[in-house]
Structures are given as C-alpha cells and as structure tokens.
C-alpha cells in the first residue's frame, strides 16, 4: 500500500465521521469573560473543591460550573449577564446569591455556612476505612479487592488500542495471538463498564480488543480475586475496562489521530456537554489497519508413518473499524437519576492467506500441497444500557437498577482453493453466520450500618443465545459436474441462562478490616445442533453453585495494610468449546469442540502486603489457586487414508478436555517508583510454580488412558521506565519477559519484547504528539514444541511484526469537574467505581 493509498483511507473513511460528531463545538463558540472569586466559611478560611455554579437567568446555554481549588479559589468564562450563583460544599449548607456579570474581573469572596453535624472549626470528619487509596496521579493502585491502572501515562499505547494497553498492564500479559492471561492463566473474564459486552464479540477475540481505541479507555480494574460481589466465572480474573464518561461541566471534547506503520489509521473524538440537570457525551471514531500472521510448524514421525512434515502458512489482513457511542444521564432530584447510553460498533475485513504443506516420507515421493484462502468478514455490535440510581438518603443507602440488550452479529465467507504438486484437487466456499443475543438485568442494593460497617445485596440475570450457520460447498477435479454441490451445512443453537443473588457484609474492629460474602448462581445450559454426519445432537447443562468470599485487612499504619482473601470461582466453557464446529481454513490443523466438556473449579487464596507513599508504591502478593476438573488443550494426530479423489494426509486436532486438577502459586509484585522528578518506574514481576495431574485418552493410541503429570517454575516480569525531559517532553521504554512452560503435551518457549514511545504537548497544554515503536527488535513470537505418541511438531507463529505509529491529540475547552470529593465512607462503599460500574 502506497502513502497516496494510506493518506485516502484516513481521509475518507474516518476524517468524515470525525467532523460530523465534532461540528457540535461550533454551537458553543461566544464572546466570554474572565471571571475569578473565592469560597470562604464564616471564620473567612478558604474551603476548597466547593462546587460553584453559575445559572443564567436569561440564556441556560450560558450557564456553566466550576470546582474551587485547594485555596478556595475559582476562575472560569462566562458570557456578561445576570446570574443566580449556588455554592455547595460538603458539610456545608447550600447557598444562592445573584450577581450580574458585566465584563471581566474578581467577584469577590462568597461566604458559606457550615452543617450543624460538622465541627466547630468547620472541617469535614473525616470515617475510616479498609480501602487503601494512592495518589491520584499514580499509574497503579490498590483497593481491597481489586488493583486499578490508569493508562493516561502510559505513552507505548498512545493512539492504540484495547489489546495495547493491556499489553503494560500489571498482573496481566497478552500472548502473539491476542490471548490475554493473568498470571499464567488465559481464563480471564472480560467486562466492560462492568458488565459483558457486544463490543467484545461473542467470544473476545483478537479482533474484538483491536476495535476498541485506547483513547476511548479510562481504566482498568485488575481484579485477581474476585468477592462475591462480581460473578463468578473466571478463575484467572476479572478485566474490568472502563470507558470514558466526562465528568466536566460545559462542553469539553478531544480529537486523536493516528498515522502507522504496517499501514494503520485512525481518528476518534470524545465529546461531553454538562449543563443543569443533564449530561451528555458522545464519543466515536475510526480507523484502518492492516496486519500479518505468521505460522509454521515441522513434524517428526518416529513410529508408523516414518515422514516428516513441514507446514508454513502466511495471512494478510485489511479491516475497518467504526464505532459510535452517545448517552446522557438526566438527574431527577439530588437523590435520584436516570441514564441511557448506546453503542454501536462495526469491524470489517478482507484476509488473504496461503498454507503450504511439504511431506518427506522416508519411502516414497516428496508430495507438496497448497492451499490458498480468500476471505471476508463483517461484525455488527449494538448494545443499550439503561439504569436508574436512588441515594434513599445520605448516609449512603442507594439502589441501583440497570437493564443491558445487546446483539453480536458475525458473517464470514472464505474460497479455499487446494492443490497438489501443482495441479488443482479442490475448492471450497464457506459461509459461517454467527448471532449472539444478550439481554442482562442487574438490582444493587447498599445499606450502611453504623459508621463502619455495610450489608451489600443484588440480583443478576444474563439470558444468552447464541445461533451458527455454517455452509460449506464444494467442487473437486474428479467430479464429472465441474459445479459447486453442497458437502455439508452445520447448524448450533447454544443458550445460556444465569440467575445470581449475592449477599456481603463488610465492616471494622480497629485497625482490622473484613468483608465476607455469600454469591448463589442458578445456571442452565441448553445446546442444540446438527453434526457433519447430519445427526441431531440436543443437550442440557445444570448447575448451581455456592461462592463464598472473605476478605480481611490489617492497617499497620497509614496506606500501610496487609491483605488476606478466599474465593470460590467456576470456570464455564466458552460457546465454541463445547460445540464441535471445526474451521477448515487449515484441513491439517483443526480445533474441534467437546459437548462433554464440564466446568471446572477454584479455589483462590491471596495474602499480600501494600505499602503506598508519596514517591512509590509497593504490591506483593503470594497466591495459591487449586483447580478440579481443569481444562487443558489437548493434541493429538490422525492419519487420514487416500481416496480415489483426495490424498492421503496427517491431521492434527486440538481439543480441549477436563484433564484433572492443576494447582498453581506464585508471588505477584508490583510496584511504581518516581526515583526522581524525571524518572519514573513501573514494574511486574510474577514468579509461579504448577504442578497438572490427571488422565486423558489418546485417540492415536486407542482407548488406552495415559496419565499425565506437569509440572515446573516459569516467569513473567515487565518494566516501563518514564523519563521526563521537560514539563512538555516525556518517553518510555518498556521491556517484558515470558519465561517458558510445560504443559500435558506442549512445551512453550520463553519470549520478551522491548517497547518505545515519545510524547510532547504542544499549543499550550491543549495538544499532544505521540510516537510508539511496537516490538522494536521484531522478537515478539510464539514458539512451542508438542509432544504426542508418535511424533515432535514444532511450531512458531507471529501475529503481528514490529511496528510504530504517530498520533496527534487535540483537546477542546476543558471545563472543571463538578463533583465533590468523596468522604471516606463514601470510598469505602464503593468498591466497583463509579458512572453505574457495579460488577454484579
């Protein structure tokens, strides 16, 4: 692709859609006025991150609001006219004056008169808590049940995506392929904005995470062992992503775009407006990118078949993405609001791809076998969130109600053509058709008893359903008809219902923190389908299971705390893992599913120690989790007969089957150090240990099961170091290490990586160029050795070579956040974020 090429798909594609969601900030350009003042108390002290709001009685456009700082004082444009000022502060009683704004100027100091449950000097008291908070410009920190990381410093993944940030996030690494694991596991539950999404596709894939901009992300929540609060599946974790929702008052917007190489472009805007009782925001975008995948496995049989074989497969990938996202939250009083959002997203490709096979027999003559693939596909998400939030008072009694529907719908279509030695055998067209429906219903209720303590209760319900279509026609040289004529047309239905009620209960005796919790999950599982043979297969799964959770804490001293924690998790197999619906695009290598495949299940305990200062942060944690039941891959081979039409071949199948049990411990570190004004660490460090026992049948043996025992010490460590040139000029490097691990039947090399990036803010604060090199010595490859009964396969895949990308960010008015600091309590009560997070 040619720079001409490049330049028209940023232009066209995603410039327009940009301009159409930023043409909004025109509305909003008028002559203003610089106005300043102060928020005193009656003993004439500053109160700081009082809320000032400025209502115009002639235009409400004009209004706007302001949040004083930490001396009390304010400054904001205004347009001249008459206004009605309210001021409110914690503790303190609202106050209303008028005031005409004639032009620019100093208003003077606004007095404000305290609660009468406040103290006598006027001061906030202030309730202690088992949450442990660092400060707010800190990357990383840690609560009692889980660990948040702010990817607004990370500058590797500017102008990136989801699958970017995640790649610096502590506790978590993301493999060539776009498995995301935590601590050496990849059963990792996604959510986002706490609850599964259609934004991530029916089974989050690579893809998925890839259309999501990481401008567009807030933070994530890291949460290795989660309370009964959140649901259970998920024995490695939970990924919380958090979208953006401004939060300031007036209008604010940015615009971010991305040049790159291999070829990408992308350009996306996020928009709010708060004004009165109403909050808007709208955020969307687009972008091109193009990647390439590289595999290649070499065979060895050492018993019957005595041939090696050595396969190479190379796909190029072009595909589009667009998303678009608008919501407003309507405050009914002060204790009562509701909210509706949307999101739309689609992902478009075209893949190219060519799997050469090269056969040596020991006896016989060399064969060599093509196969070349064509392809297309297209995902359409849609997803609508409502919900309604009631504070019954303000001690922080709430109730919170949402309702989630979402759609997933997913068309693929492949021309595969094979042959042999050059001379063509056959072709096939295939159509896969996926839709997955979701609708999501979620009841929180908080009660707090006392000053310390709080009952948490809720009820959840997740109604899944997912339909595949695939159609696969053919046409071979020896067929005396040269049409295509139907082989075989697969049809599934997989549904899925959960009902879940959780109870916690948390509370303090002196410096000892607990929370203990009780989760209850109802589930049912239905699949139906019509196998390759034509047979009709129709099963049913149930299940329902106790979670318990506990959670305690010990403050030694300030931001000084040690931390203990159990819970039970269930780890429920994927759609695709249980229905066997083979891809063809690889006739040699396939996947296939298993409808008996059964949940497996954890047991987690944690004890870690957090230190939280102003210069460093310090997180270890020693971990044990124990699995029954375990899913692991399994490889095996089958060697496939000759026919008058096809020739003979060796196939390799990967299966996933309950192995046994898996126990695995570790220390988790984590840690950020400001060494200096202009330098800057953040470091992951996970040492673990597995031991995998069970049994399992080998189909190339026959039914003769084979015991199995893994076991060994692997590592995983990143470090990103920040230099700060100048108050304007800032980069990082980043290196990360994998160290290798053995499975059942699979033995994975080690692999690092280095990373690169640059910022610069430019035009007075409100721009920022960013430059990232992804992967600067191209070393970033899967590379694994796989054992079975009668043959050693090696294999090495890349999912994505080196590459770099330039963004430029540009930020629009900035107003000041209007809401009020939290009193401890209010920290401590909510331990699944803000913007209607709840992980119920």
């Known amino acids: 692709m040619n720079q001409t090429e490049i330049v028209n798909i940023f232009t066209k594609k995603t410039l327009a859609l940009t301009f159409v969601l930023s043409a909004a900030a025109m509305a909003f350009a008028q002559e203003k006025a610089g106005v300043t003042g102060m928020i005193v108390n009656k003993n004439n002290q500053p109160v700081p991150y009082a809320s000032v709001t400025f209502s115009n009685k002639a235009n409400k456009s004009l209004s706007d609001a302001v949040l004083t700082d930490e001396n009390g004082q304010y400054k904001l444009e205004l347009a001249p006219g008459n206004y009605d000022i309210t001021v409110e502060a914690i503790d303190y009683k609202k106050s209303i004056v008028n005031k005409n704004i004639a032009g620019p100027g100093n208003i003077g100091a606004l007095s404000i008169q305290p609660e009468a449950t406040t103290t006598l000097d006027g001061k906030t008291q202030e309730i202690q808590g088992v949450v442990i908070t660092a400060a707010a410009t800190k990357p990383y920190k840690v609560e009692l049940d889980k660990r948040t990381y702010d990817p607004s410093q990370d500058i590797v993944s500017k102008g990136g995506n989801l699958q970017d940030v995640l790649s610096n996030v502590p506790s978590v690494s993301v493999d060539t392929d776009g498995t995301v694991s935590m601590r050496g596991s990849s059963n990792v539950k996604f959510l986002i904005n706490g609850k599964p999404s259609a934004l991530l596709g029916i089974d989050d894939g690579a893809n998925a995470l890839q259309s999501i901009p990481a401008d567009q992300i807030d933070r994530i929540e890291v949460i ?250 053919r046409r071979k040289q020896a067929d005396l008809v040269p049409n295509f004529l139907p082989q075989y047309t697969y049809d599934a239905n997989y549904k899925e219902m959960f009902n879940a009620f959780y109870v916690q209960f948390r509370s303090k005796i002196g410096k000892l923190g607990y ?55 269930i780890d429920r197999p994927r759609s695709f893992f249980l229905i066997p619906n083979p891809n063809y695009s690889d006739s040699q290598n396939i996947f296939d599913g298993n409808i008996d495949l059964n949940p497996s299940y954890v047991d987690s305990y944690e004890i870690g120690y957090s230190i939280s200062k102003k210069n460093f942060t310090i997180n270890p944690t020693l971990y044990y989790r124990h699995s029954t039941d375990d899913v ?191 009193r401890k309590k209010d920290i401590n009560s909510n331990a699944a974020g803000d913007d209607q997070q709840s992980p119920m």
Request: glycine share 8%; net charge positive.
């Open 632 to 822: 692991k891959m399994l490889v095996f081979d089958e060697a496939v007969p000759a026919t008058p039409t096809e020739d003979a071949m060796t196939v390799f199948h990967t299966r996933p089957i309950n192995l046994g049990t898996d126990d695995r411990y570790g220390l988790d570190l984590n840690f950020n150090w400001d060494a200096t004004k202009w330098l800057k660490f953040l470091g992951n460090v996970d040492l673990f240990g597995y031991k995998t026992t069970g049994v399992y049948f080998d189909p190339a043996i026959m039914d003769k099961p084979t015991s199995f025992e893994g076991k060994g010490f692997s590592t995983r460590a990143r470090l990103t170091s920040t230099f700060k040139v100048d108050k304007t000029f800032s980069f990082q490097l980043q290196g990360f290490y994998r160290g290798g691990q053995k499975t059942e039947s699979i033995d994975r090399k080690d692999m690092y990586a280095v990373n690169f990036g640059a910022s610069k803010t430019i035009w007075n604060g409100n721009g920022t160029l960013s430059f990232n090199i992804q992967d600067i010595f191209n070393t970033r490859s899967m590379q694994s050795t796989a054992y079975g009964a009668n043959y050693t396969r090696d294999s090495y895949m890349q999912w994505q070579p080196r590459q770099f990308a330039l963004s430029l960010t540009y930020r629009f008015k900035q107003g000041e956040k209007v809401e009020q600091p939290k």
């Open 224 to 473: 290795t062992n989660p309370s009964s609060k959140f649901e259970a599946s998920g024995t490695a974790g939970i990924l919380n992503i958090i979208l953006k929702k401004n939060k300031k008052t007036g209008f604010n917007g940015s615009v971010t775009g991305t040049l790159g190489y291999l070829p990408q472009t992308a350009l996306n805007t996020n928009l709010s407006w708060r004004k009165g009782k109403f909050t808007w925001f709208l955020n969307g975008g687009g972008g091109y990118r193009e990647s390439k995948n590289t595999s290649r496995t070499d065979a060895i049989f050492n018993s019957g078949i005595n041939k090696e074989q050595h396969n190479e497969s190379i796909s190029k990938n072009k595909s589009d993405n667009y998303n678009a996202s608008g919501g407003l939250t309507f405050d009914i009083s002060d204790k009562t609001s509701v909210n509706a959002s949307g999101t739309v997203r689609t992902f478009d490709s075209d893949n190219t791809g060519n799997i050469n096979y090269f056969d040596y027999p020991f006896v016989g003559a060399d064969v060599f076998r093509q196969r070349s693939s064509i392809g297309s596909g297209n995902n359409l998400a849609f997803q609508g969130d409502f919900g309604l939030d009631h504070k019954f008072n303000d001690k922080g009694q709430n109730l919170a109600l949402s309702l989630s529907v979402q759609r997933n719908r997913s068309n693929n279509d492949s021309d595969i053509s094979d042959a042999t030695d050059g001379a063509f055998k056959l072709q096939d067209l295939i159509n896969q058709h996926t839709v997955n429906k979701s609708v999501i219903a979620k009841a929180d209720y908080e009660l707090p008893i006392g000053e310390n303590s709080k009952v948490e209760a809720g009820y959840r319900l997740d109604a899944n359903n997912n339909d595949y279509s695939n159609i696969v026609m």
């Open 515 to 569: 929370q203990l919790g009780l989760r209850d999950e109802v589930s049912k599982v239905d699949i139906n389908y019509v196998n390759k043979a034509g047979e009709a297969v129709i099963k049913s799964k149930n299940y329902n299971n106790l979670f318990p959770s506990v959670f305690l804490s010990y403050e030694i001293a300030k931001d000084n705390q040690f931390l203990l924690n159990y819970s039970r998790r």
